[in-house]
Every structure is written in structure tokens, then in C-alpha cells.
């Protein structure tokens, strides 16, 4: 597998995560206790989005919301707020993830 894969592998492991983060907060709550879903598997950074942000984001299987300037070679960035970035993955990680 190249490091392209195992790096689309991890940031599909940590959207896992933040989406069963998700499943267990309540529909009132105004903000989003996430993970950075980069694919570092070292990183664990937090960020906070909105349902609304964290919906438009995970409408898209190539997309990802990430920390600020954690995104690699192999993904574009969508869109950069001061509270974190949407990559979309390209190449062989698109693959993996979608």
C-alpha cells in the first residue's frame, strides 16, 4: 500500500471517529467537539465546527475537515476558516476513502 493509501486510510479512520462523536451529542449543542481527520495517526488536534459545517463537509466522500495547514501534497484545499480547513482527497487516496 503506498503512503498515499495508509494516509487516506487514517483520515478515514478519524472521520469514523468524529462521526460517532457526533451520533452522541445532543442536536442542541452549537458546536462540535472534533478531531483533525488529517492522516497523521500521531495527530489528535481539536477542532471545533459547526453541525451546519461539519453536514456541508461530510455531504462530499472526498472531503475532509482538517486543522489548519494539516493537509498534504495529495489533497486540495476547498475552503480555510480560522478554525479549520476542508481538503478533498485526489489520486489514490479518493479511491480509498470514496
Known amino acids: 500500500m503506498s503512503r498515499e493509501e ?3 486510510q487514517n483520515e478515514a ?3 469514523a471517529g468524529n462521526e460517532a462523536i457526533v451520533q452522541n451529542i445532543p ?3 452549537p458546536v462540535l467537539p472534533l478531531i483533525c481527520e488529517c492522516g ?3 495527530c489528535l488536534e481539536a477542532i471545533q ?3 451546519s459545517e461539519y453536514e ?3 455531504s462530499h466522500p472526498a472531503r475532509f475537515v482538517l486543522s489548519v495547514g ?3 501534497e495529495t489533497e486540495r484545499v476547498v475552503d480555510e476558516f480560522d478554525r479549520y480547513s476542508v481538503v478533498e482527497k485526489t489520486g489514490a487516496g479518493r479511491a480509498v476513502v470514496e
Do not use: G, K, L, M
Request: with cysteine.
Open 49 to 51: 465546527v459547526t453541525p
Open 56 to 58: 456541508a463537509v461530510r
Open 27 to 29: 442536536d442542541s449543542e
Open 70 to 72: 494539516h493537509q498534504d
Open 6 to 8: 495508509c494516509r487516506a
Open 40 to 42: 497523521a495517526s500521531e
Open 13 to 15: 479512520i478519524f472521520r
